[in-house]
């Protein structure tokens, strides 16, 4: 038999859904919202402050180049690569000859920059910013340095260090102008020389300043010389014309000027001796 009461207890009873269910509902709607965003945001690309888009269709590079901001494009047909337009810093180490063959090793700071209307030609000829560095900037960097530097001596690259980066500078814009990067300065850190040339520098500047040493002693010995002439001369004419003027006359009055008044006495054997005044007086001429 059937129980008739159990039966309508378990109809009345309410259906609940399982929460393994409901959870599993809920992850896939995440799921398929993710997908959607996705589908969605393939799109579009955003191109950063500072930069430019290269467009390509079907990996051909396009003419239009995409500025700053949000573009549209077409998934799997369009891609977009992108290039930095800021100024960007490249430092190298060189070495090159001077005129006079010494060994010239220079630190070369180079700012430079993509031209931005040139974005979508710089990447089909060259490729992305490493590119550009390696097979352009840091290769023009070296060729200019080896030819400027083959115009001066090693002194003159010292003492006119900024016509050298003046020249280095023209020279870069010149070599980069056709690959559309442009030159926004150029700094020569660092500029120095093999060991022997400064020894050979420190050398010259210890003779120089034993020259000058030397010139010097010779002159003040000289000038003494002068002077110890000058002298002897003075004395010598002092000399001549105090005998010229050293008359009997003038050594009695010398004589009478000195004189206290008082005769001499004298005592001995023999015959006495008398001054006489007269003798002591000037002559009457």
Do not use: C
């Not at 396009?62 to 977009?80: N, T």
């Not at 000058?230 to 004589?255: C, F, Q």
């Amino acid at each position: 038999m059937v129980d008739l009461n159990n039966t309508g207890d378990r109809a009345a009873r309410p259906v609940t859904a399982s929460p393994l269910g409901s959870g599993a509902t809920l992850a896939a709607w995440i799921l398929l919202a993710l997908l959607a965003l996705a589908l969605v945001a393939s799109f579009w690309v955003v191109i950063p402050a500072g930069e430019r888009g290269v467009w390509m269709r079907f990996g051909q590079v396009q003419e239009e180049i995409l500025a700053e901001g949000l573009h549209f494009l077409l998934p799997l047909v369009d891609s977009v690569e992108t290039l930095s337009t800021r100024v960007q810093k490249q430092e190298i180490a060189t070495e090159a000859a001077s005129k006079d063959l010494q060994d010239v090793f220079s630190d070369v700071a180079l700012n430079w920059h993509i031209l931005p209307d040139k974005a979508n030609v710089v990447y089909r000829q060259i490729g992305d910013e490493p590119a550009v560095v390696r097979s352009i900037v840091n290769p023009a960097i070296e060729e200019i340095i080896k030819a400027v530097m083959a115009h001066y001596t090693a002194e003159e690259v010292i003492t006119q260090r900024d016509q050298v980066k003046a020249e280095v500078d023209a020279g870069l814009r010149s070599r980069l102008a056709p690959y559309n990067l442009a030159v926004d300065d150029v700094s020569l850190t660092t500029i120095h020389f093999s060991q022997q040339f400064r020894e050979a520098v420190e050398a010259k500047q210890i003779a120089v300043q034993e020259a000058k040493q030397a010139e010097f002693v010779a002159k003040k010995a000289l000038r003494q010389a002068e002077i110890e002439i000058n002298l002897a001369r003075g004395t010598a004419e002092a000399h001549k014309i105090l005998l010229e003027t050293l008359t009997p006359s003038v050594l009695r009055y010398e004589a009478l000027q000195k004189w206290d008044g008082r005769l001499p006495m004298i005592s001995g054997e023999g015959t006495s001796t008398v001054i006489e005044l007269d003798d002591l007086l000037p002559s009457k001429e």
